[in-house]
């Protein structure tokens, strides 16, 4: 059974940085899809970012462009979403997903918690 575990998450000022991760367990996950999504309070959960598994093909949110990148160590099973230039907005809890022997993300981690105060 794959887990996923984030961390990385916090309290920042806006203008600031954080970097997620989120490491992967019970499976090697090297050759799948994985992503980024965040859910804000009374807000449905969005996708922010996504990569291919060999990182080379990639997805951002509108939101999120020029900002926040994706990236993924495969020898360490872990995928990482560096945030810049946070902004209040970007509240929200946090959350990696895999894309495990199918096309839709069917494996979560519990999420971790991001803060951008203004």
């Known amino acids: 059974q794959v887990q996923l575990v984030e961390s990385g998450g916090g309290l920042v000022q806006a203008g600031g940085s954080l970097r997620l991760s989120c490491a992967a367990s019970?499976?090697?996950?090297?050759?799948?899809?994985m992503g980024w999504f965040r859910q804000a309070p009374g807000k449905e959960r969005e996708s922010v970012a996504s990569?291919?598994?060999?990182?080379?093909?990639?997805y951002y949110a509108d939101s999120v462009k020029g900002r926040f990148t994706i990236s993924r160590d495969n020898a360490k099973n872990t995928v990482y979403l560096q945030m810049n230039s946070l902004k209040p907005e970007d509240t929200a809890v946090y959350y990696c997903?895999?894309?495990?022997?199918?096309?839709?993300?069917?494996?979560w981690g519990q999420g971790t918690q991001v803060t951008v105060s203004s």
């Open positions: 990569t291919s598994w060999s990182g080379i093909s990639t």
């Open positions: 019970g499976g090697t996950v090297s050759t799948y899809d």
């Open positions: 997903a895999l894309k495990y022997r199918s096309n839709d993300f069917n494996y």
